[in-house]
């Protein structure tokens, strides 16, 4: 799969730390967020979420569907 580009869907960034949306909060990130697979390679996964099913995103990544549990 390619890696996501930012601005896939849903505010995606592939770096968390880069985002200014209202919700995102420090520390955040596809890697410890609830659709994250934990199958990363060389830093990029797979996330559960529909609006990714054709992509791979980056651990350090984050979107407006964040949500904690991984
Ligand atoms: Fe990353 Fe979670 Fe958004 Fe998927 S739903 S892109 S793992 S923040």
Redesign the pocket.
């Known amino acids: 799969k390619p890696h ?1 580009e930012d601005g896939h869907a ?1 505010n ?1 960034v592939n770096d968390a730390t880069t985002s200014s949306h209202d919700k995102y909060q420090d520390g ?3 890697q410890n ?4 697979a934990k199958d990363a390679k060389d830093g990029w996964g797979t ?3 529909p ?2 099913a054709d992509v791979l ?1 980056n651990e350090n ?7 904690p549990g991984a």
Request: with cysteine; aromatic share 26%; glycine share 4%.
């Open positions: 996501a849903l995606y955040q990130k596809c967020c609830v659709f994250w996330c559960r979420h609006k990714f995103v990544g984050w979107c407006n569907s964040y949500a």
